[in-house]
């Protein structure tokens, strides 16, 4: 099909287009309308909403927990580990202000991890870990709440319960709707329902080719397209990483608030109001979830339901409401991508499923390197 002067004109032409409408891409484009009001930022997105990972995730409002604290010590060294942990904390300040708590359902209500009796060894490492992060906190983080395994009804299995009075939960949904409608109300476009299908260096800028023969032109690109990143860049690499998760209906006797890790990260639950939400066991059919299609599956649903038992909320009666995956996008060291591809190119992704917390950092560079 032609298109006509009106439409090259008018639709097809912008300064900067995002691809990807996820946390990284939407902060990306209002970040390019706050610090260059007069140039035209364009997002295109696949889906009629964001098919990855942003409007799919628990909404944890976390920067790490002891355990994966101590993991990232051993395979990162302490300067990457400290500066990562510093990055999420800065971002998730970030979000809850550009946002407004209000808007995104923020709930400051802790994060925590259980203790398996056969992780006791880690409470060992709970002070230096603190001692370690008290340049960037100014006080203990991590803590243990006595008697409250207990009080908060958990099952036998749990020796200890951490806390972390730093972190807190949000809304996914809600988060996405409000990212969205600030970025539009500063004169971000976001058009859904358009896939990108190729990129070409075109003259002093790119042009970008969708699924439906269109073709756009820009004078730079940010491709923020997370776990499909190769698709349209095959020279960067990022490994899909599927996670499921299921909700409970309301429970009627739940005794805890709040965000909580457990066995050292393989799973990962909070209240939604008085339901819970659970994640993960993708350690349990690892290959297999190495997936780019959303959609759970017996193993790990199976796997989930079985901790909800026996370990979240043993003896109580529960129904399961809903069950849903989403596709991350895991880097080779565990470090978001910021990086320029070409001339007129940026790629921005690789959250390591803490884009909550990360994405307002890996945003703002991406825009400074765009606009440099
Ligand atoms: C089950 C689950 C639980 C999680 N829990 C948490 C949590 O509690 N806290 C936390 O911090 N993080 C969590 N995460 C991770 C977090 O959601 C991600 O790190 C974050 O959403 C990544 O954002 P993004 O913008 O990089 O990618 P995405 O949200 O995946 O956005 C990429 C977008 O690009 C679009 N796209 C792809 N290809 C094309 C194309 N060719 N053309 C046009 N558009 C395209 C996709 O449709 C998608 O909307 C979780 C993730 C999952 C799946």
Redesign the pocket.
């Known amino acids: 099909m032609q298109n006509s002067f009106w439409e090259h004109d008018s639709f097809y032409a912008a300064d900067f287009i995002v691809?990807?409408?996820?946390?990284?891409?939407?902060q990306v484009a209002l970040q390019l309308k706050r610090r260059a009001p007069k140039a035209s930022v364009l997002v295109?997105?696949?889906?009629t909403?964001?098919?990855?990972?942003?409007?799919?995730?628990?909404?944890?409002?976390?920067f790490g927990s002891l355990s994966e604290i101590l993991a990232d010590l051993g395979s990162m060294g302490e300067d990457a580990t400290l500066a990562l942990v510093g990055r999420?904390q800065e971002g998730l300040s970030r979000l809850r202000s550009l946002l407004g708590e209000e808007a995104i359902g923020y709930e400051h209500a802790g994060g925590h991890e259980l203790i398996l009796r056969e992780h006791k060894p880690t409470l060992e490492q709970m002070h230096e870990i603190n001692r370690l992060l008290q340049p960037l906190f100014e006080a203990p983080v991590f803590e243990v709440l006595n008697g409250f395994a207990d009080t908060a009804g958990f099952g036998s299995s749990v020796h200890a319960v951490l806390g972390n009075a730093h972190e807190g939960?949000l809304h996914?949904g809600l988060a996405m709707r409000a990212l969205r409608a600030k970025a539009a109300a500063e004169g971000v476009e976001i058009v859904n329902g358009?896939?990108?299908?190729a990129l070409h260096e075109e003259g002093q800028g790119m042009s970008v080719q969708?699924?439906d023969g269109a073709r756009f032109r820009a004078g730079q690109v940010a491709v923020?397209?997370?776990?499909?990143i190769s698709?349209?860049l095959p020279e960067l690499a990022i490994a899909p990483?599927?996670?499921?998760?299921l909700l409970t209906t309301p429970l009627a006797d739940l005794r805890w608030r709040g965000?909580y890790h457990l066995d050292e990260g393989f799973y990962?639950f909070?209240n939604v109001g008085q339901r819970v939400l659970l994640?993960g066991a993708r350690h349990l059919a690892f290959e297999q979830e190495r997936s780019f299609v959303s959609q759970t599956t017996d193993t790990v649903q199976q796997a989930l339901e079985k901790v909800l038992a026996e370990i979240v909320v043993p003896g109580q009666a529960f129904e399961i409401e809903a069950r849903?995956?989403?596709?991350?996008?895991f880097s080779p060291d565990k470090q978001p991508v910021v990086q320029r591809v070409n001339p007129h190119t940026v790629a921005?992704?690789?959250?390591?499923?803490?884009?909550?917390?990360?994405?307002p950092m890996?945003a703002q560079e991406a825009a400074e390197l765009l606009l440099a």
Do not use: D, H, K
């Open positions: 691809i990807g409408a996820g946390l990284i891409g939407l295109l997105e696949r889906g909403l964001p098919t990855g990972a942003s409007t799919r995730n628990a909404g944890f409002a976390c999420r939960q996914s358009v896939e990108v299908s969708t699924s923020c397209t997370n776990a499909w698709a349209l990483a599927r996670g499921q998760v965000a990962y909070r994640g849903w995956a989403g596709i991350m996008g921005a992704f690789g959250c390591n499923g803490m884009g909550v917390a990360l994405s890996v």
